[in-house]
């Protein structure tokens, strides 16, 4: 243990210093965004078994802005969302039946099955 003398005048000093990091600690918004309540939230393990990928291949999709992704506490966390729309983008079918379990997935297919009818078919 060391013990630390100071004078009165540099007490005061290092307090006043103390005070002014300490309030403008208090000021500043977390470093990274907390998880918002609304929606599923995947680990990076999760989401590498879900897409049959390396974490490797995983980081550069996140680099690439393939994938959206939030950092807490030194982990990354990856949005129901944002998993779902990067399986279809990668073309992940025995992970289909996954996806169209998730609420909101009978929209989606709809959405698709209308945009595909809508597009003119090239046998004609």
């Known amino acids: 243990m060391c013990i630390l003398i100071f004078g009165r005048r540099k007490r005061l000093a290092l307090e006043s210093k103390l005070e002014v990091a300490l309030a403008l600690l208090r000021n500043l918004q977390p ?25 490797r291949t995983l ?19 990856y949005s129901e969302e944002g998993v779902r729309r990067a399986m279809r983008e990668r073309l992940v079918p025995e992970r289909e ?9 009978a929209e989606l297919k709809r959405r698709r099955e209308a945009a595909a009818a809508a597009q003119p078919n090239e046998e004609e």
């Open 31 to 55: 470093a990274s965004p907390h998880k918002p309540k609304s929606g599923k939230w995947f680990t990076a393990a999760q989401v590498c078994e879900l897409l049959a990928v390396s974490n």
């Open 97 to 105: 039946a996954l996806v169209d379990a998730t609420p909101g997935a």
């Open 59 to 77: 980081a550069r999709m996140r680099q690439r802005g393939e994938i959206p992704y939030n950092m807490v506490s030194h982990k990354t966390y």
